[in-house]
C-alpha cells in the first residue's frame, strides 16, 4: 500500500511540472511559459529564430510558431508595412489589430478570420535590441482537443511573457 501511494505522488508531480514548462531566450533576456505544449526540436531553427511548440501529434497537431520577425525595425514601422499587406491583399474586413502594453512590452495581435481558419499573429518588439518576435499560430476546429490546447497555451505564452531590459 505505501509503495502505490508513493508512486502515485511522484507520477503528480511529474505532472504538474510537464504542465509549466517556460522557455528562456538568454541572448534577449526573455521567458515565456508554454504551457503543456511540446517544443518540437525537428521543426525548429535557430537562425533566424523560429520554434514549434505543437499539440497533438504530426499530422495530427497544431503548432504556435515563435519567431524573429524583424531587426533593426521599429515595431510602429512593422506594423505599418503589415497594414499595407493587408490592405493590398484585399483582407481588411477579416481582420482586426489590437495594441497591447503589458509588463513594459509594447504589442500588436493581428487576427484574420480567413477561410483556412482564425490567425492569431501576436507581435512584440525588445527594444534594448531592436528586433522583433511573435507567437503565431492558425486555429483548425477539425482537431478540437489540439485546437483548445493551443488556443489556452497560446494565451498563456502571451500573458507569461517577460523581458527584463
Known sequence: MKVQFLIVIVFSALSFSALSDEFLYHPENMSFDYGNLKHNNE???????????????????????FKQEAKNLS????INKEKNNIKSGGYESET?????VENNITA??????????????????????????????????????EN??????????????????
Open 96 to 100: 482586426t489589430l489590437t495594441k497591447h
Open 43 to 65: 521543426l525548429s531553427k535557430k537562425d533566424p529564430l523560429s520554434l514549434v511548440f505543437e499539440a497533438g501529434i504530426s499530422p495530427f497537431s497544431i503548432s504556435v510558431l
Open 75 to 78: 515595431i510602429e514601422a512593422f
Open 108 to 145: 500588436y495581435e493581428i487576427i484574420r478570420n480567413s477561410k483556412i481558419g482564425r490567425i492569431n499573429w501576436y507581435i512584440f518588439q525588445i527594444k534594448n535590441t531592436n528586433r522583433i518576435y511573435s507567437f503565431w499560430f492558425v486555429e483548425n476546429t477539425s482537431l478540437r482537443q
Open 148 to 165: 483548445l490546447t493551443v488556443t489556452n497555451n497560446y494565451q498563456l505564452m502571451k500573458k507569461s511573457l517577460r523581458v527584463v531590459q
